[in-house]
Each structure stands twice: as C-alpha cells, then as structure tokens.
C-alpha cells in the first residue's frame, strides 16, 4: 500500500514537470491551434484547450487498464496522472480562470504566487515569449517580470 501511494505521489511530481514541458513545447509549439483558444477572449463554457484534457484522461484510462491488465504499479501511475489531471482543473479553470460560481481570493502566499505568475503567462498574447508555464510551481515573480521586460526590449 505504502509503495502505492508513493508511485501516487511521485506520479503527481513528476507530472508537474511533464505538465510544464507539454504546455511550453507542445502547447506553445505545434500543438498551438489547440490551445491557441485559452489565449484569446471566449464566449462559451468549453475550448478546443480543452482537448489536452481529454488527451490526459486518455493516457491516465490507458495506463489503469494496463495496470489491471497486469502490470499493478501502472494502476497508480494512471491514478496520479488522472489526479494532476483533477488538480489541474481545480487550480487553473477554477481558481487561475474564475470558472467557478464563486469568485475564490486567493490570499495564502503560495496560491498568490501562482495566480499572479499565471496572470504573466496570459500577458503575453501569442504563441512565443511567453513566461511561466507550470501549474503549480511557479518561478519568482520578479523573475518572471524582468523576462517579459527583456522580451519586450527586443
Ligand atoms: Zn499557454
Ligand atoms: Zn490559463
């Protein structure tokens, strides 16, 4: 149980870091018609960002399935990914993106750190130059200013 829980656990880390390279690879490379949506004013409930969610759910199915069909630690592995997956929504729809019915505040230092660094990453319109691309790690804001100045400047 206790191996379990830390493949669980490890699985949410280390998703943070494939969450981050994805969103500023992937995302902000090829995979920019997808997520070009969420950088742009919207009208409606859904975007074609959201397909990367379904992607995930996938990928978190497919792993629980091999993991039933034999290979057990990859159960918690589709587990922790399905789980940054859930964490994901909560922390970026709903708190970064108020899609919530109650408008949250976000008063703690660390969520306050991760909102604002996710409100640089918005300041940037386009595809490139862009700051701050993780969900829940996020680089000092101070840092990430003086990026987007030196962006500017150029
Ligand atoms: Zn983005
Ligand atoms: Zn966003």
Known sequence: MLFNIAVLLATLVAMEGVG???????????????HRSHH?????????????????????????ALGKAGYAPLQWVGAGVAGYGVLYVLAHDGFFHRHWPRKP???QRYLKRLYRAHRLHHAVKGREGSVSFGF??????RELKRQLRARRGD
Do not use: C, Q, R, S
Request: avoid cysteine.
């Open 40 to 64: 742009e004013p919207h009208l409606g409930v859904l975007e074609t960002n959201d397909l990367y969610l379904v992607a995930l759910a996938l990928i978190a199915a497919g792993l629980m």
């Open 105 to 107: 505040k976000p008063m």
């Open 20 to 34: 981050t390279l994805a969103h500023k690879y992937v995302m902000h490379g090829w995979g920019w018609w997808l």
């Open 136 to 141: 829940f790690y996020a680089p000092p804001l």
